[in-house]
Every structure is written in C-alpha cells, then in structure tokens.
C-alpha cells in the first residue's frame, strides 16, 4: 500500500510541475525589461553659501534595453538649483519644494551606464534638509514619495545652527479677574527648521504661574506629564508643551500661543517660566545659544480693596516680539503678533523648496509667514505636490493629541 501511494504522489507531482511550468514562464518573462539603479549622492558636510558639484550615474542592471532616462530632483527650501541647464524643467511646488526634471535621450543596453552632473546651492538658511533623485525603474520619470535603488532620498544635515527663543509676556489683574498671557516660540536662525527625521520637534513649555488656573488654552498645547506630553489641549493644567502641526520654524517666526488665566483668591504677585525646548523637553542639537532659552509670564496681582484692577488683558512681551491679545496659535514674520485668529496650516514633511521670490511673504489661515527661499537648479522639470519623504518619527501628535514616544529614548542622545 505504501509503494501505490507514493506512485500516486509523484505522478501528480508530475502533472502539477507541467501544469505550473508555462506559469512559471510567463511569469519571468513578465519580469525581463531594464532595471536602472541611481548611485548614492555624498553626504558629506553640506555648508550652507557653498555650491556642490556632484553627478549621479545610472545603470542598468536589467536583462533589456532602457529606451532614455528621466532623471527628477526635489530639494527643500533651504537648497537650490544654482542654474538651469538645457533639457531641464523646473518648479516650485506648494509645499515650497524645488522640483527639476531632465530628460537624457540615451539607450542604455544591459549592463551600460551613463554619468550626469548635479549642482546644488546650499543657502545662508539650510540646515535639516532633503533632497529626492534618481529616475524610474525603467527609465521614466519616477513616482515621488517612493524610493527604491533607482530614485533614492538622502536627509542633508547642513552645517548650520537655529536660535530658539522664548517670549514671555505681562498681565496684571485682581483676584477673581480673568488675564491673557501669550507665550511664543521664536526662531532667531540663521536657519530654518523642518525636522521630518524625530518626532521630538522643537516646541515651547509654558509654565502656569502659581495662584492662577489656566481656564482656556490653545489647542496646539498639550499637558506635558512626567518626561512628555500626557494627552490632548485641555484646561487646568499646571505644565504644557506648544508646537505648530507642521512642524516648520522659519528664520524670523514667532509662533504663539495665547492662555486666559483666572487668578484665585488670595494670589500674590506671581511669574512662571517660558522655555525654548522639544516636545519631550530636550534641547535641540542645533540651537547652540541657551541665553535666550528662558522667559517669564509675570502676573501683577493688584489689591482688591484698592479698586485698581485691570480685570483682563495682558500688557506685553519679554525677551522679544510684542503682544497684544493674540490669537491661541499663530505664526508672524518679524517678531510681532497681533490681536486676532491666527491658526497655521502648512506642511510637515521636509517640505518647502527654494526658488520662490526672496522676501516675499504669505498668509495661510491667518498667520503671517516670512518667505525668503531663492535659487535655481540644474537640470529637471515637472512639479509634484506630493511632499518629501518623511522618517517614521515625524507622526508625533496624533488625531486625539496623543503623541508617539518610540523614538524618546534615541532623541535623548541630542541632550545639549
């Protein structure tokens, strides 16, 4: 019985290896065609006033001919193309990224390769940049966002520095009387910030003062709990930790952020402090200047019996850009902000580019935004609103106001 039934099984092996074999075939025939791979751009120190000369060299590694090549830049906005070169096309997307796009009418046959040149301007602002290159698989103009051995995306590290500092602000009020205060965060640059590989952001920590209870606050502020934040905006809280959705601090920005305090009985006069940090309370590598750090909210607390209280309203600023009111999230150009509603949209991926007009400016959903990203590029085309690839940490807060810790413990490497 055993030998009969091993017979039966090897005659169905049989019959299924023939039944598979022009599947098989099919298949692998399917799978032959050119396959280009991109050669890897230097990583070495970019610095920002430079201009970089590099080349990038595309083989094809397949079993057919690769019928011309499509080669496609994206560079963020603290990188340009220094000159635009014949064959090439190139844009500015919404989200301020450089796209360029060249077409090389070369065959190459299997195994052959070809080498072309790349220029790139690192400008006063770069500092945590990004750059997308290389072609598609078989020649043609690659799908941005996903990358492989033929279009590849390489985080640039600029050799540069950005200032964080805090703002702090005035009020003076009697017990009983609800105060506004605004803190802010401001970037001093020189370069710009768009951190798309942690998802420890820089961000704000708002101290509220004693004897005062935060009774409204903006929705972009967190409860910060024993090393990061403990879950979404809400009221009555002593700690919080601010930052804009996007992530993104241009040179000369001042995000702020607008708390209505009610003082209690028997409150003295009273300050907390403002501190320029990250979402899980790090300082970032970057910043390079702690003095301005630290700032204070600072109640004076006015007599009752006296008559004298103003009952709302905050007075001013401390340690840079004035204010009056505010709006509870917001960004302004220039270290001011102004009474109204400011709430920032934008981007969060490494995104923005470098050929817009230098010192322009653009309002989005209320808030004032400084624009100062030029140049040009090499050699490249077609514009893409799809945003730079990002890291995995970059998805810090989440729909509710939750935030991701995984990548905590590596960030603290960056302490100082």
Partial sequence: MRHRISSVSAVAAALLAVTLAPAVQAQAADAAGPSLVVSELSSDPWKPGEVRTDSLTFTNQGDAPADGVTMRLRITRGLAFPEHAAGCTYSTDSDQVSVAVCHFDKVLEPGQHFTAPVDFKVL???????VEYGTGTAGGDPASGSTDTSYRSLPVTADNTADLAAVGDTAKGKPGDQVTV???LRNDGPGWIDDNTSDD??????NIPEGTTAVEVPKDCMPFGIDGPS???APGKRKYVCLPPEHIYEVGSLNSYKFVLRIEKGAKDTSSEVKAT???????AFDKNPSNDKAKLTLDVTDPASGTGSGSG???STNGGSSTGGSSSGTTTGGTHTTGTATQSGTHTQSTGGTGTSGSA????????GGDATGTMASTGASS???LLTGAGVAAVAAGGALVFALRRRNAAKVQ
């Fill in 231 to 233: 879950g979404p905006s």
């Fill in 278 to 284: 990250s979402v899980y309370d790090i300082h970032p």
């Fill in 314 to 316: 905050s007075s001013g």
């Fill in 385 to 387: 609103n799809t945003p």
């Fill in 182 to 184: 605004t803190a802010g």
């Fill in 124 to 130: 006063p602002k770069a500092l945590l940049e990004n």
């Fill in 362 to 369: 653009s309002t989005t959903g209320g808030a004032t935004t």
């Fill in 201 to 206: 952001q820089p961000a704000v920590m708002v």
